[in-house]
């Protein structure tokens, strides 16, 4: 049979994730860590596969989200018992988003009778099959906030402000903006909806397909368009802050007002409506001030405070947002940020011979239990090739293990930077590297 040649590649819209650009991952990771524990969030972890009406109940029928762009996960012909368990009606899917499976957990786990608010964040990868191009995969990265169980209007500025921080921390945060609106509550924003289906009534014949669908289903998302036609329109269309109710319209000062106590840069935006139907209230993304495109933001939120009531439990209010972390990186690329590079290995052992190469392995477990970042290469045999590596690794000292020296349980210890070298005992080896070093 002839073998046929094949070019294994990633997924269309997957990305691998190299060691140099891992280390801006990672300084963002940490800074989104520290942050969050400074302001009293806990991480939560939630699968990667969920139950796919957490998503459609949650985000909404008519998102693009759910009505185009989840991965449905198959199991294995072979998994009959498995298969079996489950009825047709129970889709799996790849977590299109972290919210609504945050709000599952709150519920299964009964997090309402923890002490409130509980606060959670996430960090992991999410998939949605969307079109791919820069800054747009379909597996991609966040980092997400939820605060649940806190009505006031000031935690929705503080999950702001932490965003802001992080920006901040990762050296991006000048140039960016919050775009922040409210969408109104259950109250006023039936009357907003018809409003808007008032207004574009009269200019139904010539819209498209999908926008005669959306004016039906969800006049809103008619706001959140791509279409010259519909953004010509817009610029005439009812704002949603004209019909706020007073608790809506006094909540969304105090937003602002605690965004202007913390010294956050916003700007109203009131066409910001996001693809998920479970916000209420404050709705804000992040964006760079020169672009005004929404579909490149670094991050966005809002408050959901009816979710937690659809799943199941008491009405409770929460508010949230996630950030993406690989737009995140590819802006800290841009403007070349610095960030700490791996940390250096402290010693290299070159071993010569036979019995060496058997030693220098029991000298690494050595010196690794001492917390010495220490590499070796038993598949090398010359001293010239083994320097070099010495060199390229970047560490200052390096190790020399010959037959003698294995046989003598002694070392040749080389200082790569003086190029002076001096006989030590191995068991001597790990005091004078602490003094050399430093201590581990
Ligand atoms: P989202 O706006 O869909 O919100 O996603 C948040 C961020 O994730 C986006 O602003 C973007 O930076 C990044 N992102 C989204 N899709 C992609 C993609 N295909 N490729 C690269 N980056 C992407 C949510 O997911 C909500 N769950 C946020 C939230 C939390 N609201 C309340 N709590």
Known sequence: MTQQKKNWQTLRGMRDLLPDTERYW???????EERAHGLGYGRIETPIVEEKSVFVRSIGEQTDIVSKEMFEVTRSENDLDDRARFSSKETQVLRPEGTAA??????EHGMHAWRQPVKLWYYGPFFRAERPQKGRYRQFWQAGFETIGDPHPASDAILIYLFWLVLNDVGIRDGMIVDINSMGCKICRPKYRKALKDYYEPFKKKLSKLAKERLEKN?????????????????GAPQVIEYLCDTCRDHFTIVLESLD???????????LVRGFDYYTRTTFEVRLATDERSQ???GGG?????????????ATPAVGFAMGVDRI????IARKVRVPRIPRPDIYVIQLGERAKKTCLSIMAHLHEHGFKTLCNPAKDSLKTQLKLAHKAGVRYALIIGQREALDETAILKDMAEGTQEVIAQKEMVRVL????GKK
């Open 26 to 32: 990672r300084h963002l990771a940490r800074s989104v």
């Open 102 to 107: 945050v709000i599952r957990a709150y519920r």
């Open 219 to 235: 006049p809103l998302r008619l706001l959140d368009t791509k279409e010259e036609d519909l953004i010509k329109l817009r610029d």
């Open 261 to 271: 106590e913390l010294g956050v840069s916003y700007n109203l935006n009131p066409l």
């Open 296 to 298: 490149n933001a670094f």
């Open 302 to 314: 809002g408050r959901y405070d009816g979710l937690v009531e659809l799943f199941g439990s008491r």
């Open 329 to 332: 990186v590819e802006e800290m």
């Open 434 to 437: 602490e003094k050399r070093v």
